[in-house]
C-alpha cells in the first residue's frame, strides 16, 4: 500500500531556531515529491523534487531528496512566526498528476 | 493573473442532502483536481479533470462526481451527503503538469 508519513507530527520552537521536518514515502512509480505550506486554507507551492541529491533553495528554506533511502527533507533556518503553519509533503507518482499527501507536520513557532 | 478561486466559503447541509461546490482555475491552466481534507489529516484525491473529461480517480464512491467547462473551471457534486463528508474541500489547478496551485477550500458542515 503506498504512503507518506510526515514527522514530527508537530513542533514547537522559538524564534530564530532551525527546524528539519521529514518526509519519508514507499509509493510505486514514484515520480516527483513535492511540499507545501498551508497556513489557514489554501496550500500554498514551495518545492517540487524530482532529482536526487539536489538541494532546492527559496530564501530560508530549503529542501533535499533522497531517492535511494526513499526520503525528503524540508530546512527552515532561522525561523520566523510568520512561518508557523503545517508543511505537508506529496507524492507524485509516474503517469498520474494527482498529489498523494502525508497527514501533515504543524510547525509553531514562538516569539 | 487570477489564482484559483472556489465558492463558496463555508456550506452547512443536512445528511442525504446535495451540494455543489465551485472552482475557478487559474489562468491557462487546463486541468482540475479536487481534494478532501478531514480535520488533522492531509488532502485526500477525489479527481482531476483535464480538457473536460475525468483524468484519474481516487478512492471515493460515485456519489462524488464532477464537470469541467469549456473555460476549465470546475464543479464538484456530492449526492447523498453524509456526516463523514464533513471537511474542508480544495481545488487545484495545474497546466498539465505536477506542480498544483490549491485555491482558498470549500468548508462544508453535514448536520
Known amino acids: 500500500e503506498d504512503k507518506v508519513v510526515q514527522s514530527p507530527l508537530s513542533l514547537v520552537v522559538h524564534e530564530g531556531d532551525t527546524v528539519t521536518l521529514n518526509c519519508s514515502y514507499e509509493v510505486t512509480n514514484f515520480r516527483s515529491l513535492l511540499w507545501y505550506k498551508q497556513e489557514k486554507k489554501a496550500p500554498t507551492f514551495l518545492f517540487m523534487l524530482?532529482?536526487?541529491?539536489i538541494e532546492k533553495k527559496s530564501g530560508r528554506l530549503s529542501s533535499i531528496l533522497d531517492k535511494k533511502e526513499l526520503f525528503s527533507i524540508l530546512n527552515i533556518t532561522a525561523t520566523q512566526t510568520g512561518d508557523s503553519a503545517v508543511y505537508l509533503c506529496a507524492a507524485v507518482q509516474t503517469g498520474a498528476n494527482n498529489l498523494f499527501f502525508g497527514t501533515g507536520t504543524r510547525l509553531t513557532v514562538i516569539p | 493573473e487570477t489564482g484559483v478561486t472556489q465558492s463558496p466559503t463555508h456550506l452547512i447541509k443536512t445528511r442525504g442532502q446535495q451540494v455543489t461546490l465551485r472552482c475557478s482555475s487559474q489562468?491557462?491552466?487546463?486541468?482540475v483536481s479536487w481534494y478532501q481534507q478531514a480535520l488533522g489529516q492531509g488532502p485526500q484525491f477525489i479527481f482531476q479533470?483535464?480538457?473536460?473529461?475525468?483524468?484519474g480517480r481516487g478512492n471515493f464512491p460515485p456519489r462524488f462526481s464532477g464537470l469541467q467547462f469549456p473555460n476549465y473551471s470546475s464543479e464538484l457534486n456530492v449526492n447523498a451527503l453524509e456526516l463523514d463528508d464533513s471537511a474542508l474541500y480544495l481545488c487545484a489547478s495545474s497546466l498539465s503538469g505536477v506542480t498544483q496551485y490549491f485555491g482558498p477550500g470549500t468548508r462544508l458542515t453535514v448536520l
Open positions: 489562468s491557462g491552466h487546463n486541468t
Open positions: 479533470y483535464y480538457r473536460e473529461e475525468e483524468n
Open positions: 524530482t532529482s536526487s541529491g
